[in-house]
């Protein structure tokens, strides 16, 4: 601890004259006569001094613990945060400021402040809260709800949720396109499904229902917006999809069931293959696997750091999160974090 501060904790409610205190660069000035620093302004200047603004932070859903886990980029755990009952799935605010846990047994999600890591809003969802995403402006909170087979909209300047939807039959995931103007879900119920809706200002519709390999599950679009992929838990393939229309560009066959996926770059894509326990390394252009890169038993999600030098895949059996260099494709490290852990997200904390 900065022994500046343990100096001001122990001058806290005394006498000071005639003096001026430097702590962290901020001076506290007095005059002759009785200054009283409040208790307030020390919980503050402890607050700056734990402040992660700048750092990037890994954040991971524990579903068996009911627990965020939190890790730098070397794979050191900051912090476990409680949350609802069995999260499955975690998203990030676009300004970063936020993460979002869906809770699947609760059926509730945990909004949690990057800043101080805790939980600040906790909101009721359908049944069976299970897939998350943030709206692109951020106005907006959509949750897949597993179990009542709808989509649960959140309005995130009154943490309320405002329409509540019906889909096609066991929608687990969510997506949006950069316009936010669809949305989507991987429904893993019944014959296997996407269901497409239209967004009018937080208001949904569904547009119409696309059937799609089997059991559609993750999802991931590219960074220039063009391209949807969907992973496919019931089969080896990845399906390459127009953002626009959703029509099927190419689907790729990488060896084993696909779990999810994150592009590196608008050609380049990652993808868990659960039942190979590896992930693989597509070109989206030339429809071909470039590598596979062996990382241990049930990968689930992929996220990567701001920079893609590092990739994050948690484990879901071992509860291991391996961190991979991304351009040589070796694991640098794993390290256990947990015991049954999803999904996983990288924020850059007080980045704006």
């Known amino acids: 601890m900065n022994k500046n501060f343990i100096s001001l904790v122990i001058i806290i409610g005394v006498l000071v004259i005639g003096t001026t205190l430097v702590l962290n660069g901020k001076k506290i000035n007095s005059s002759l006569g009785t200054n009283k620093i409040e208790l307030d302004?020390?919980?503050d200047l402890a607050k700056d001094s734990s402040d992660k603004q700048?750092?990037?932070l890994v954040f991971i859903d524990d579903a068996e613990n009911d627990v965020i886990v939190v890790l730098t980029k070397k794979g050191e755990v900051v912090k476990k945060i409680p949350v609802g009952h069995a999260p499955?799935?975690?998203?990030?605010?676009?300004?970063?400021?936020?993460?979002a846990s869906a809770n699947q047994?609760?059926?509730?999600?945990s909004v949690i402040n990057t800043r101080n890591l805790t939980v600040i809003q906790t909101v009721p969802t359908g049944a069976g809260a299970h897939g998350l995403v943030f709206s692109p402006d951020g106005r907006f909170l959509y949750?897949?709800?597993?179990?009542?087979d709808t989509i649960?909209?959140?309005d995130t300047a009154l943490w309320q949720e405002i329409q509540e939807i019906s889909v096609d039959s066991g929608p687990e995931y969510v997506g949006v396109t950069p316009d936010g103007k669809q949305i989507f879900t991987t429904n893993l119920g019944g014959s296997g499904s996407i269901t497409l809706l239209k967004n009018q200002e937080g208001r949904l519709s569904v547009q119409k229902t696309l059937m799609l390999g089997i059991d559609p599950h993750g999802w991931a679009i590219s960074p220039d917006g063009s391209k949807v992929v969907i992973t496919n838990l019931g089969s080896n393939f990845t399906y390459l999809l127009n953002a626009q229309t959703f029509d099927e560009i190419s689907h790729i066959d990488t060896g084993a069931t696909t779990e999810f996926a994150t592009f590196k770059d608008d050609t380049e894509l990652w993808v868990t293959n659960?039942?190979?326990?590896?992930v693989s390394v597509v070109n989206t252009n030339q429809n071909k696997v470039l590598d596979q890169i062996s990382v241990g038993e049930t990968p689930h999600g992929i996220s990567?750091?701001?920079d893609k030098t590092l990739a994050f895949v948690p484990l879901y059996g071992p509860g291991e999160v391996v961190i991979i260099d991304v351009l040589k494709r070796k694991i640098i490290k794993k390290v256990k974090v947990g015991n049954e852990l999803h999904n996983s997200v990288m924020v850059q904390v007080g980045k704006n």
């Open 152 to 154: 649960s909209v959140v």
């Open 143 to 148: 949750v897949a709800n597993v179990t009542a």
């Open 274 to 278: 659960i039942g190979a326990h590896y």
């Open 88 to 99: 499955h799935d975690i998203a990030a605010s676009p300004n970063g400021e936020l993460v």
């Open 304 to 306: 990567f750091s701001q």
């Open 54 to 56: 700048g750092e990037e």
């Open 41 to 43: 302004s020390a919980v």
């Open 105 to 109: 047994d609760s059926g509730t999600v």
